[in-house]
C-alpha cells in the first residue's frame, strides 16, 4: 500500500534545494533529502531517479514545449520566428518559477559536473530545434545556425533572469535579447 | 639525460588517434600510445598531461588566437565583425590539420564524456569571446549574443568541414555559415 502524501514532490523539491545550498549538492544524500521533507526514501524514489533529478527532471518537458512550438508556428514563418515562438513558449512556462530557478542556478554553477550536464541539456535543445525546423523545410545550414542562435538566445535571457536585480519577465528578456540578436548580427562596419 | 626523439609529439598524435579509432578512448592507456609510437611512456608524459590531452591540447592555444583576433580587429569594428575577424583567425590556423580534425571528431562523438568535454571547450570560447567583446566597449547582452551566436556559427561550420563529402576549407564554410546567420537572423515573416 502506497501512503499518498500531500504535495510529496514540493516538498522533496524545497528540501532538496534547501540542502543543496547549505552544503552543496555533493554533500547532500537521498536520504537527507527524505528526511528534512518529512518522508521516506522510498518516497523520493518515487518521484526522482536520483538527486541529480531534482535539478534536470523538467528537462524532458521543456525540450517537448519547445519543440513542439517551433513545429506548430504558423506556416510561413521564418525560421527567426518559429524558433522566437518555441523560446517563449518556455519562457512562459518558466516565468512562474523563478525561486526555484535562482536557487538551481546557485546550485548548477557551484559544481563543475552540474554545469556539464546544462551545457549538454542546451546542446540536445539546440540539435532539437535544428531536426524541427528541417522538418519546416529549412535548409541546412541555416536550420542548426539558427538552432545555435536561439539556444544562445535563450542561454543569455536565462542568465540575466536569475540575476539577483532583475525584476523583468523571462518572456520580456527572451523578446529582448531575440531583438538585439537581430541588431548585433545585422551591424556593419562603418 | 632525455634522449631527444624526432618528432616525438607527432608520433604519439598519431599512435594516440589510430588507438582511439581502433579499440576506443577508454579502452586505450598510455603506455600502449607510448609503445605503438615507439616510445617511452614516460616521453608521453613529456608532452601531454594525459590521453585526454591529446585531444583537447591545443583548446588554450586556440582560444588565445581567437581571443587576440576578436581584441584586434581593426578599431570601429562592428561587434559582428570582430567575432568574424577571431573565427576566420582560427579556422585558417586549423585548416590545415583536416585529417586529424575528422579522426578526433570520430573519437568523440563515439564518446559521451568527451563530448562533455568538447560542449565545455566551446562554451569557455563563448565566455572568452563575450569578455573580448565588452573590452571593445560593446554593451550586454550584445556582447554575450554575439558570443554565442559566434561559437555556434564556428560549430555548425566545423562540423560541415569534417564531414566525408566535404571539400570546402574551414574558412570559407565559416565565411558562408556567418552569411546565413545574418540572413536567418534578419528574415521576417511574410
Known amino acids: 500500500v502506497v501512503r499518498w502524501e500531500p504535495n510529496a514532490r514540493g516538498r522533496l523539491e524545497k528540501a532538496a534545494m534547501e540542502l543543496f545550498s547549505e552544503r552543496g549538492f555533493d554533500q547532500t544524500t537521498t536520504a537527507e533529502i527524505a528526511k528534512r521533507a518529512g518522508l521516506t526514501e522510498r518516497t523520493f524514489f518515487r518521484y526522482f531517479a536520483d538527486k541529480r533529478e531534482v535539478l534536470f527532471g523538467g528537462a524532458q518537458g521543456l525540450k517537448d514545449l519547445l519543440v513542439g512550438s517551433v513545429a506548430e508556428a504558423a506556416a510561413g514563418s521564418s525560421p527567426f520566428d518559429a524558433v522566437a515562438a518555441g523560446l517563449e513558449a518556455i519562457a512562459c512556462y518558466l516565468n512562474e518559477g523563478r525561486e526555484f530557478a535562482v536557487e538551481r542556478q546557485a546550485v548548477i554553477v557551484a559544481n563543475p559536473e552540474l554545469q556539464e550536464r546544462e551545457l549538454i541539456k542546451l546542446a540536445t535543445l539546440?540539435?532539437?530545434?535544428?531536426?524541427?525546423?528541417?522538418?519546416?523545410?529549412?535548409?541546412?545550414?541555416?536550420?542548426?545556425?539558427?538552432?545555435?542562435?536561439?539556444?544562445?538566445?535563450?542561454?543569455?535571457?536565462?542568465?540575466?533572469?536569475?540575476?539577483a536585480t532583475n525584476t523583468r519577465s523571462?518572456?520580456?528578456?527572451?523578446?529582448d535579447s531575440l531583438e538585439e540578436l537581430r541588431v548585433v548580427t545585422a551591424a556593419v562596419t562603418r
Chains 1, 2 share one sequence.
Open 126 to 163: 539546440a540539435s532539437a530545434i535544428a531536426v524541427t525546423l528541417r522538418a519546416r523545410s529549412v535548409p541546412d545550414p541555416a536550420a542548426s545556425l539558427m538552432a545555435e542562435a536561439g539556444i544562445g538566445v535563450f542561454k543569455v535571457s536565462f542568465e540575466r533572469w536569475v540575476d
Open 170 to 175: 523571462l518572456v520580456d528578456l527572451v523578446r
